[in-house]
Structures are given as C-alpha cells and as structure tokens.
C-alpha cells in the first residue's frame, strides 16, 4: 500500500525486538498481523466518523447522548494508544510527528481532550468547532488507497499546467465579470466589479445559482457565450491529469520502457516494447531483439 512508503522513511527502532515487531504490524502491510491491524484500523476510523456524523444530528444526540459520548472516548483511547504506539517503534519519532500522517493522527485525538478541560456552557461555538474537526479522521484512510498514489504523483507532475490554465480562467472571469458590471450595471444586480465576477464564476462553471442574472439582451448573449466557454474548459484540467495519470501509471507497471536493442540498419534503440518496424527507417526489427524486450519485468 502506497501508506508505506511514506513511513518506512522513518524507520524502525531497533533498540528493541518488541519495538520492530510493533513496527512490522503497524507500518508494513505485507504480513498477516500487519493486514489485520490494517483492517481492524480501518474499521475504527469507519465507526468514530459515524459516530461524529450521528452526533450532529439533533435526534439521535438527544436520546444517545451517553452512549455516543462513551463511543467517542473509546475510539479517542483507542487513537491514542496508537499514535503513542507509532511514535514508540519509529526510529525518529519527532520526525514521524511532524509529517502528514504523524499530525493527522495528533488530530484525530486532540479535539476530544481539549471538549474535557472546556465545559460545553462556555465555550459552546469552540466545542462545534473541535467536534467537526473529529471528522477529519477520514483523512487517515488515505493512507490505505495506493491509487491515491498514481493521483497524488499525476497532480504534481501537471501542476504547472494547472497553475497555467486557473491563471487563464481567472483572467477570463475579470474580463467578463467587467464587462457585465458595465453592461448590466447595479439596477440588474450587478452592484461592483467583484460580485459581477463572483456571476462569471459561476456561471463559467456551469453551477448558475440564479441569484443575480443578466436583464438586457447583450447581457444575455454574453451570458450564453460564457457558458458554451465553460463546457470546455471544465474538460482541459480533467484531460491534462488524465493524460499525466496513464503515463504515470505506465511507468508504475513498466509497459512505458522501450525496446533498448538498436535498429540494424539506423541504429535507433527507442521503439515500443511491441514494435516490429523501426519507426525511423521501417527496417524489420531483430526478432531476438522483440523476445529479448519481452522479458523485461
């Protein structure tokens, strides 16, 4: 799972045998004790989102109350204990607290701790706010997606051109927002620049709340421009990382290597790995040279 590779990075401490087992069952996943403790994880983050889901419903929480604050500190023992455990076998437990996984799980626990010391009478908005923040418990399950991976390399990888292409969309709604700001004028709702370009956003998004809307004919037709506008460009950011999410893949798996035997006749060596013809001259490619690519891993 792609969790490991990101914590393997820390290391287990080896000062002891019972810490590198805890860490084999903790952060490996390729044993039977590691997939249990995997599953079981899982289904705990599962059942306290749930429990802080049905705590913000008014029914349940006023005739569950007790068994659904118990449920909480329950889970929050139970991620406590595995946190203090994840710190205790990594070899840098500092640098394990410091990273992604490391604060989400000091998150999942936090927030219960800090509703004990504040009474709910007093600080009634702070105490909403720490059990929502339960909620980013999910997070945790990240971990446990390895195509989350393959998603995380190919958003990195097209970052650039995402930059590139909302840096294009925001000059758009600027332009347009400004333009209808001039053309509507306040009398249609169009009070500043900024609310005209909150419509633009909107509306270029295909979303159209339908609280402000063009009254004058070229109004409108600007309108029906900026739409048509908005189906496309919703497809260039889904077609840029999908593009950069099958070459990632490819290269997870292998299939993008290319054939390293040369060409006879040109001495090209990059050809698809099922090529039978140099793309270069059209030579016939060695058939020894095919087999020989064919087993590459």
């Known amino acids: 799972m792609s969790k490991h590779r990101y914590e393997k990075s820390f290391g287990p401490n080896r000062s002891s045998p019972l810490r590198e087992i805890l860490f084999v069952t ?4 390729d044993t039977p004790a590691g997939k249990f403790f995997d599953l079981a994880l899982i289904i705990t983050i599962a059942l306290s989102v749930l429990v802080v889901m049905l705590d913000s419903v008014k029914a349940f929480r006023e005739t569950y109350s007790t068994w659904l604050h118990a449920a909480e500190w329950l889970f929050t023992l139970l991620f406590t204990v595995e946190y203090v455990l994840r710190l205790y076998c990594v070899d840098r437990p500092g640098r394990y607290a410091c990273s992604f996984f490391g604060l989400i799980d ?3 626990v ?3 701790y800090f509703s004990f010391f ?5 600080y009634v908005i702070v105490i909403r706010v720490l059990r929502i923040i339960r909620i980013f418990r999910i997070l945790k399950l990240v971990a446990y997606l390895g195509e989350a991976d393959i998603l995380m390399k190919s958003l990195a ?5 995402i930059e590139v292409f909302l ?3 925001m000059m758009l709604v600027i332009i347009f927002g400004s333009i209808m700001y001039l053309v509507e004028g306040e009398e249609n709702g169009f009070t500043s620049i900024p609310r005209s370009v909150y419509w633009a956003i909107v509306t270029l998004t295909t979303v159209g709340y339908g609280d402000i809307a063009p009254k004058t004919a070229v109004g409108q037709s ?7 506008c908005g189906y496309g460009i919703i497809a260039v950011p889904t077609g840029i990382v999908s593009a950069e999410m099958v070459r990632t893949s490819r290269k997870s798996d292998g299939t993008d290597k290319k054939l390293k035997t040369p060409c006879p006749d040109c001495g090209l060596r990059s050809h698809e790995m099922d090529a039978e013809f140099c793309r270069c001259c059209g030579a ?8 020989e690519t064919a087993k590459i891993p």
């Open 26 to 29: 903790i952060f490996e996943s």
């Open 167 to 169: 840096f294009g969309v």
């Open 118 to 122: 504040m009474p709910e009478t007093m």
């Open 157 to 161: 990888t097209s970052r650039k051109k």
């Open 106 to 108: 000091l998150f999942a």
């Open 110 to 112: 936090i927030p219960t």
């Open 284 to 291: 016939e490619l060695a058939s020894e040279a095919r087999c």
């Open 222 to 228: 600007i309108a029906a421009v900026i739409m048509i």
